[in-house]
């Protein structure tokens, strides 16, 4: 291993690239498919056409490698139980009989069968179907997928590496499936899947790939000694294969740690560490073995999941260490491109100042080919790119954007007694119970009511000029007041104003905070055809005025019942947004906490006497170590203190988190304080209502009694059974009566149906107490 012959070495390469097409054209051909206004050849040949211009767009930017078998029409975990033949039973004769229709119900269910669970891929927005085993599963091999598009990058000349998702992560994110015991352990069947992935490996070597990437970021996670071993077990026997091309093992979103050393003696080619956040970690580790001798190294040294440009200088002194411990070294971005959008020279409206300081997926392709052209010749090579670059950097670390001095004054004097309310609990809960005289058992709701298609053809005719702000904010006021007119006539005690003037919970307050951003075309998958548009968390973070005051305190003079102010928390602020790279995050979760403290103010003058903070991120952000998550509660509980406690005691303050098992963050949902929370547990029949209990949580609690991710209307009598079960471990005094979640997704039957009952059942449940 010279030095020298790792440098000259060095190419460029990426493990995967946004899927969706410059104007979503990806989102258009399935959903007109499912629509029955696109055919089967028509789609297929708009993702032929994607594919095809991807590789184009990276072979052109100067990408050595380019991935295969990363696209998807929906999921790639999808697309790897179909690769291994794991098929739920109940799709299995939908599949045999159209494979592509069969797939599509996998993915969103029919009339009568319920699709794959959906979850987080790791810390990330994408969400992935979770893969369905038990100990009946039968694995078989269908490589046609991979085999194809491999193959279709290799005529148009290419050079193509599959990428496969590895056999551990797949098993490692499986559940058992339905009708199976809860204690069923998906890694078991281990043996019987290597069979499957030798094959594939088998049929993608027959089908001229040189290497395949085998992605396992299940590794970077703390895992048990067996589950160690089961990788070290798996990495031997594929790599005793002798029909095989050589295998690339893949980690990101965080450090390898202690799968480091058995990736590295297990008989594969390469490995793709991550260097950016756990760069550190890694390199150590990576020192401490002893480097990969006669192994490939491709280093993800330009973030992929986050939106900022690189630091050259940086990235070269790195890479230059790992020229010395390993045979050869490729520059790569931490992850799949897939995390961010494609193009920041679309974002037109974007400040220039920022604009520059901005990389989406085709400019961190960029930066990946700079870099392997910087490592490969000599910094010489790219001098224009380095000065570039430095002058770049040099902006955004000088501008007034990333450094306003009257936040950063405020942010450094937060003290101890501002992140704590003046009373403790007991004196407050009177205090709240005498200014709001509420009946037991209140009832309330979550925030959102149905934003119906009026509510955004008024939002388009806004932006179109259609209408003028003052016609905009009558039909808001419409809107209000009819919201507000059900609640009181269904008898609901907290009202709420419906937030009929947010497209979403994150964006709206993004639009109005100095210092974050949102972006045009900055499109991300976050699950199937859905994407969204993460706001940019890009400088300080100040609030020119108040952001909801005004429909709340409308809201407040039509009733004389408590309206609740609804806000969105600091730290779901910054787990569906981009966030800034050049500060902790605990930094900028405390610039926004102070300017939604300055809200939290406006709106009790306002006389809104009931304000809730939703953070129902809190648990999604929990670092994918342990190691990680006391130092993240430690300032996630800190920014929701800080937003919310320089209220007067008898202001009350709800919280909200859904999506969630709570297991985990029990102590932390202590930790904020809050004097309410109503969380999601319709599902789970009130378990997280024992579960609080038994950890002795002493506020109010709402457990939600209606799941609002289902048309379904609950019935009076199944939510006042419900509310009994809540009974058993949270006394009437301190239980609320609320849906599992905001309404927004739901339509005006269902929801007019549903909350009658919720009222009805608290009603009497509250005769029996
Ligand atoms: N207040 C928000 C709403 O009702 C909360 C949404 C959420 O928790 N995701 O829509
Ligand atoms: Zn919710």
């Known amino acids: 291993m010279t030095t020298e012959s790792a440098a000259t070495a060095a190419r460029a390469t990426v493990h995967g690239y946004p899927r969706q097409g410059r104007n979503r054209e990806l989102k258009k051909a399935v959903e007109g498919y499912w629509k029955g206004r696109v055919d089967a050849d028509a789609l297929r040949e708009t993702a032929r056409e994607l594919r095809r211009g991807n590789w184009r767009q990276l072979a052109d930017a100067g990408i050595h490698e380019v991935p295969t078998g990363d696209f ?35 993915a969103r269910g029919t009339q009568d069968v319920a699709p794959l669970e959906m979850t987080k891929w790791f810390d990330t927005n994408y969400h992935y179907l979770v893969p369905e085993l038990g100990p009946d599963t039968v694995f078989t091999a269908d490589p046609g997928k991979q085999v194809a598009e491999l193959t279709e990058a290799l005529a148009l000349g290419h050079t193509a590496r599959p990428v496969l998702v590895g056999p551990l992560t797949y098993l490692l994110l499986a559940k058992p499936a339905p009708g199976v015991a809860d204690d069923f352990v998906p890694l078991t069947l281990l043996d019987r899947l290597l069979p499957v992935y030798a094959e594939v490996l088998a049929a993608l070597r027959a089908a001229g790939a040189r290497w395949v990437q085998l992605d396992e970021p299940a590794l970077v996670q703390d895992r048990t000694p067996a589950e160690l071993n089961a990788a070290a077990r798996a990495y031997r026997e594929l790599g005793a294969l002798t029909d095989r091309p050589k295998l690339l093992v893949a980690s990101y979103f965080d450090r390898l740690g202690e799968a480091l050393p058995v990736l590295a003696k297990a008989p594969v080619e390469g490995l793709a560490l991550d260097f950016t956040e756990a760069a550190a970690a890694n390199l150590a580790d990576l020192a401490a073995v002893g480097g990969l001798p006669g192994k490939r190294l491709v280093a993800g040294i330009v973030n992929g999941r986050n939106i900022w440009i690189n630091d050259y200088q940086k990235s070269l002194t790195t890479l230059g260490t790992l020229l010395g411990l390993a045979d050869r070294v490729d520059v790569a971005a931490s992850c799949s491109l897939l995390h961010v959008p494609l193009d920041a020279s679309a974002e037109r409206d974007v400040d220039p100042q920022i604009r520059r300081w901005l990389a989406f997926a085709r400019q961190k392709t960029a930066e990946i080919t700079t870099l392997a052209r910087g490592l490969a010749q000599g910094t010489g090579a790219i001098a224009a790119e380095l000065a570039a670059n430095r002058a770049d950097l040099a902006s955004r670390t000088g501008s007034a954007i990333t450094n306003d001095p009257a936040v950063r004054a405020r942010a450094a004097a937060v003290t101890a007694g501002d992140t704590r309310r003046a009373q403790p609990y007991p004196e407050r809960a009177a205090a709240q119970r005498a200014h709001l005289g509420l009946p037991l058992l209140p009832t309330t709701t979550i925030g959102s009511f149905p934003q119906t298609t009026e509510l955004r053809t008024a939002r388009a005719d806004l932006r179109a000029g259609r ?32 937030e009929p003037e947010r497209n979403d919970m994150v964006q709206y307050f993004a639009e109005q905070l100095t210092g974050y951003l949102a972006t045009r075309h900055g499109w991300v998958q976050s699950y199937g055809t859905r994407y969204v548009r993460p706001p940019v968390l890009a400088g300080d973070i100040s609030r020119p005025e108040p952001m909801t005051v005004r429909w709340t305190a409308y809201a407040q003079a039509q009733t004389a019942l408590p309206v609740k102010g609804m806000l969105t928390g600091p730290v779901t602020m910054l787990a569906w947004s981009f966030v800034r790279d050049d500060q902790p995050l605990g930094d900028t979760a405390r610039q926004v906490a102070l300017a939604l403290r300055d809200e939290v103010g406006d709106l009790e003058a306002a006389g809104t006497a009931v304000i809730q903070v939703d953070e129902p991120a809190l648990r999604e952000t929990l670092p994918l170590r342990a190691a990680g998550h006391a130092g993240y509660l430690a300032w996630a509980t800190e920014a929701f203190r800080l937003t919310t406690s320089g209220v007067r005691p008898q202001t009350q303050i709800h919280t909200h988190m859904c999506y969630a098992e709570f297991g985990d963050i029990l102590r932390a949902i202590d930790d904020l304080d809050a004097d309410v929370i109503s969380l999601e547990a319709a599902r789970s029949h009130m378990q997280v209502a024992d579960e609080l209990a038994g950890a002795g949580y002493p506020r109010e609690v709402g457990p939600g009694v209606w799941d609002i991710h289902s048309p379904r209307i609950p019935s009076a009598e199944e939510a006042a059974a419900l509310l009994r079960k809540g009974l058993e471990a949270i006394p009437a005094e301190r239980l609320w009566v609320n849906p599992d979640c905001g309404l927004k997704t739901r339509g005006w039957p269902e929801t007019r149906a549903s909350l009658v009952n919720l009222v009805s059942a608290a009603r009497t449940v509250r005769a029996e107490i």
Not at 471 to 493: C, H, M, P, T
């Open 467 to 498: 209408i003028d702000t003052a016609g905009y904010e009558e039909r808001i006021e419409d809107e209000i007041r009819e919201v507000l007119a059900f609640q009181e006539k269904s008898g609901i005690d907290v009202l709420v104003h419906g």
């Open 72 to 106: 998807s029409y929906y999921d790639h975990v999808l697309d790897t139980s179909v690769m291994v033949g794991a098929l739920p039973a109940r799709h299995r004769a939908a599949v045999e009989a159209d494979p592509l229709d069969g797939y599509f119900a996998m």
